[in-house]
């Protein structure tokens, strides 16, 4: 992976300039980003003997200190990075995710709107501020943040499936269906099967049989084909069992289980 491929090119330079601090930066991350924690804090302690004042270096720092369960302590440098360079935007990101890890809610809302404040237009800070207002249960703030991060960046799948599923809690179908819809055009793999289902659901719920029961047999070959795919192949099947069983939709009444093709198991053996 790239980290892996990072060290040995990291290392080289620094037989070449011992001193210069942006390759042990390069190497904390990329020895923790290959699960050798200890290196990675070595390489990060020796960077700051040679200059304690490296924003970014302070910053792997608490990355790597992260990675051995030592939060205080990183939530203490990435605060030190900050200090270090007050417009530093990856420090805060990352000590706002430190602190919704380590359920500190209410100061990564505050963290957040630190970034908003420097950055007003940032997309990524509006998102994260949704998830942090969601987790606290503030679903109407969060949904405010999840609609101005799709203003500023129309064609981010996380946010719009973020939007989709708090519209979709609201009952606002067809708002769901809009979100959804976009999720899947823009997705390059993360969210394609969570937003495909919960389309078809959408569909189902604003009246449309054929178009919801076309989007969830989609998605129920598609969650097969998944390892992680069982809690949206269940969700799937109660779609299904839905729209077989509904007066409204005739068409389809009794049609769930649909028989599926079976799992091509000698292509699977020799891959």
């Known amino acids: 992976n790239q980290h892996s491929a990072a060290i040995p090119i990291a290392l080289s330079g ?16 990329a020895y923790v980003g290959t699960s050798k924690w200890g290196d990675g804090l070595d390489m ?11 924003a970014s270096l302070v910053r792997a720092y608490a990355y790597a200190l992260q990675s051995v369960a030592e939060y205080e302590q990183a939530a203490s440098y990435l605060e030190q990075a900050i200090e270090l360079r007050p417009t530093f935007l990856p420090a805060y990101f990352e000590l706002a995710g430190l602190y919704l890890s380590q359920n500190q809610d209410q100061s990564a809302i505050d963290m957040y709107n630190r970034i908003l404040a420097i950055d007003p237009r940032n997309a990524r800070a509006m998102l994260r501020q949704c998830l942090a207002y969601r987790k606290v249960g503030e679903f109407a703030r969060a949904l405010g943040f999840c609609e101005d991060s799709i203003s500023n960046d129309a064609t981010d799948p996380e946010a719009l499936f973020q939007l989709g599923l708090l519209y979709y809690r609201e009952r606002r179908f067809q708002e769901s ?9 823009y997705d390059v793999g993360t969210y394609d099967l969570s ?68 799992r091509e198991e000698t292509e699977e053996a020799g891959a």
């Open 14 to 29: 620094l037989e070449l300039n011992p001193r210069f601090t942006m390759l042990y930066t390069a190497l904390a991350r």
């Open 44 to 54: 990060a302690e020796r960077g700051l003997s040679i200059d304690p004042n490296d």
């Open 177 to 185: 269906l809009d979100a959804f819809e976009q999720c899947v055009e």
């Open 195 to 262: 937003c495909m289902y919960r389309l078809g659901l959408s569909y189902y719920y604003t009246g449309d049989c054929d178009t919801g029961w076309d989007y969830l047999q989609d998605s129920l070959l598609m969650a097969q084909a998944r390892e992680d795919g069982q809690v949206a192949l269940d969700n799937i099947r109660l779609g299904l069992s839905a729209i077989s069983t509904d007066p409204n939709c005739p068409d389809y009444s009794g049609r769930f289980p649909t028989p599926l093709p079976p």
